[in-house]
C-alpha cells in the first residue's frame, strides 16, 4: 500500500509541474513579451476607453512620422494615445508580405503607451502587434524608393492589408496609407535613380501612387506627409528637411508628426505650442502650416509665398562653423563638406532660426583639423572652430580628387539690404604660402584674399553685397593668385555675417 502511495504522490507531482508548465506556457501567450505585470497594465482595456491607439506596419519612415512629436502634440489637445510602429530598417511592402507567409520574428517593434514612454521589443512577429492592442489606426506604406511606382504596391500591399483585417479587434478601425516624401534634391540615396534623380518626378510618382491606393485596397485614410514636406520645400527653408537626403531631421519629422495629427484627429496644428526642444518659432511655424496645407490640398503643393524668411536687418551676427567639431553654442555648424549640406541659420545668441539658411552647392575636398588652436581675431571662436577647416585642392589630386573650387549659398535674405561677410581659414605648421580666395556673388560681388598658413589673427571681409533677385548671395572658395601650396591648398573655418 505504501509503494501506491509514493507512486500515486509521483504522479501528482508531475501532474503540478505540467498544470504550471502549461499555465506559464499560456501566460506567455498572452503576454508575448513578458512584461511585467504592472508594466502590462498600461496597454490594456478595450477600445471604449478613451486611448486611442495607432499602428504603423513600415520602416524608417514610419519612425521618422510618428515616433517623435506625435504623442506630444496629441497630449497638448488632451488626447491619450498609445503608438505602435513594426519597424524593419527599409523594409518593403513585399517584405512584410514575405514575412506574414513565413511567421518571421524579425520586427522591431516600438511602442509608446499612454505614459509617453517608448519601449521596444525585438523578435517580434507581425501578428503579435497586430493581436496586441484593440488599434484604431493601422497604416501601410510602401519603401521609400519604390514608393511612387505603382505595381510594386498593387503587387504586395492587398496580401498585406487582407491579413491585418482577418486579425484586427476593432471593428471600427480606419485603415491609413502613409504618402512618403521625395528624396532631397542632392540625395545620393541608390533608388533615386528611379526618378531620374529629380525631386519633382519623385514627388509626382508618390501623388499619383496616393491617389490611386483606394483602389487597391480598402484604405479610408491618406496622410499626405510627402505633401506636406514637399510645400515646406517651398518656404526659405528649402531642401532642409531632411539629415541624410532622404531621412527626416527634427524639422522634418516635426512636420511629419503634424500630417499626421491634423489628418487623424481633424485639428489644425497651427498654433500649437508643442515644438521640439531647440525649435525656433519660425522653424515650427513653417511645419504646422506646411502639414495644414498638405491636409487641405492634399496632392499638390501650396506655395508658402508668407514663409520666405523673416526680413528685416539681422540684429546680431550669425557665425558659422565648417567642422565637424563639438558644437559650440552660439555657432551654427555645417558638419558636412559634401554637396547638400545645409543648415538653418541662427544668429549667436543661439535663441531662433532667422529664416536664413546656408548650403554647400559644390563640395570642399574634406575635413582637416590642422588650423590654429589659439587665436585673436573679432570672432572669438573656440579652438573646435579655429583649428578645423574644409579644404580644397587646385593643383594636384589629394585625396582621390581635384577640388579647384568650393561654393556655398547663404539663402532668405533681405534683398533691401546689403550684407558683410567676414572669412577665416587657418593651416598651422606649414610655411608655404595657402592663400585663399573668398568670392561672395549676389546683384554685385567682392572678393577677398587670405594667407591661412599658420593664421591665427587675421579675418578678412568681403563688404556691401546685395542679395540676387532670389534672395541669395553665393559665395566661391579657392586658391589665390599668391598660392605656392604644390597641391593649392584652400582653406575655410569659418565666417561672420552681417548686414547693413
Known amino acids: 500500500m505504501k509503494k501506491w502511495f509514493n507512486i500515486l504522490g509521483k504522479y501528482k507531482i508531475a501532474f503540478a509541474i505540467l498544470l504550471l508548465s502549461t499555465l506559464a506556457a499560456c501566460s506567455k501567450s498572452n503576454n508575448p513579451f513578458n512584461l511585467p505585470d504592472a508594466d502590462r497594465s498600461q496597454y490594456e482595456g478595450g477600445s471604449n476607453d478613451g486611448v486611442i491607439r495607432i499602428l504603423a506596419i513600415g520602416n524608417s519612415f514610419s519612425e521618422d512620422a510618428i515616433e517623435a512629436s506625435l504623442y506630444e502634440l496629441a497630449k497638448e489637445k488632451g488626447k491619450t494615445v498609445i503608438i505602435g510602429n513594426m519597424y524593419i530598417g527599409g523594409a518593403s511592402l513585399e517584405q512584410h508580405k514575405n514575412n506574414i507567409q513565413s511567421g518571421a520574428s524579425i520586427y522591431s517593434y516600438r511602442k509608446i503607451g499612454k505614459d509617453g514612454v517608448k519601449k521596444t521589443y525585438n523578435n517580434v512577429r507581425l501578428d503579435v502587434a497586430v493581436d496586441d492592442e484593440q488599434w484604431d489606426y493601422v497604416s501601410f506604406q510602401q519603401v521609400s524608393q519604390n514608393s511612387g511606382q505603382l505595381e510594386t504596391v498593387q503587387a504586395s500591399l492587398p496580401a498585406v492589408f487582407n491579413y491585418v483585417k482577418s486579425r484586427i479587434k476593432n ?71 531632411t539629415r541624410d537626403g532622404y531621412h527626416l531631421n527634427p524639422l522634418g519629422r516635426y512636420t511629419a508628426a503634424c500630417t499626421w495629427f491634423e489628418t487623424l484627429f481633424n485639428e489644425s496644428t497651427v498654433g500649437m505650442t508643442y515644438k521640439p526642444e531647440g525649435m525656433g518659432n519660425f522653424e515650427a511655424s513653417v511645419a504646422q502650416n506646411a502639414a495644414h496645407f498638405a491636409v487641405t490640398k492634399p496632392y499638390e503643393v501650396t506655395q508658402m509665398v508668407n514663409f520666405q524668411g523673416e526680413g528685416g536687418p539681422l540684429l546680431n551676427p550669425v557665425l558659422v562653423d565648417f567642422g565637424k567639431g563639438a ?47 589659439t587665436t585673436t581675431t573679432p570672432l572669438n571662436m573656440p579652438s573646435s572652430v579655429s583649428s578645423r577647416s574644409y579644404f580644397g585642392n587646385t593643383k594636384r589630386v589629394f585625396g582621390g580628387i581635384i577640388v579647384t573650387e568650393s561654393k556655398f549659398v547663404i539663402s532668405g535674405l533681405d534683398k533691401g539690404l546689403t550684407y558683410n561677410i567676414g572669412f577665416f581659414g587657418s593651416r598651422a605648421g606649414v610655411g608655404d604660402n595657402r592663400e585663399t580666395k573668398y568670392t561672395a556673388l549676389g546683384t554685385n560681388s567682392g572678393e577677398a584674399l587670405l594667407n591661412t598658413s599658420g593664421n591665427s589673427a587675421n579675418v578678412v571681409y568681403v563688404e556691401n553685397i546685395s542679395p540676387d533677385t532670389n534672395g541669395k548671395i553665393t559665395v566661391t572658395v579657392t586658391a589665390g593668385p599668391n598660392n605656392s601650396s604644390a597641391d593649392g591648398f584652400f582653406y575655410l573655418n569659418a565666417i561672420r555675417l552681417t548686414s547693413n
Open 171 to 241: 471593428p471600427n478601425v480606419k485603415y491609413v496609407y502613409h504618402q512618403t516624401w521625395a528624396y532631397a534634391q542632392t540625395s545620393t540615396h541608390e533608388g533615386f535613380v528611379n526618378y531620374n534623380r529629380d525631386q519633382i518626378t519623385m514627388y509626382n510618382a508618390i501623388v499619383n501612387v496616393s491617389q490611386k491606393v483606394k483602389e487597391i485596397a480598402s484604405i479610408d485614410i491618406i496622410v499626405p506627409a510627402g505633401t506636406a514636406i514637399q510645400t515646406g520645400r517651398s518656404s526659405a527653408i528649402e531642401d532642409g528637411f
Open 327 to 373: 558644437a559650440v553654442t552660439g555657432w551654427n555648424q555645417i558638419s558636412d563638406f559634401q554637396a547638400g549640406a545645409r543648415v538653418n541659420l541662427k544668429d549667436n545668441t543661439g535663441k531662433e532660426y532667422i529664416g536664413l539658411s546656408l548650403s554647400i552647392t559644390q563640395r570642399f575636398n574634406a575635413e582637416n583639423t590642422g588650423g590654429a588652436s
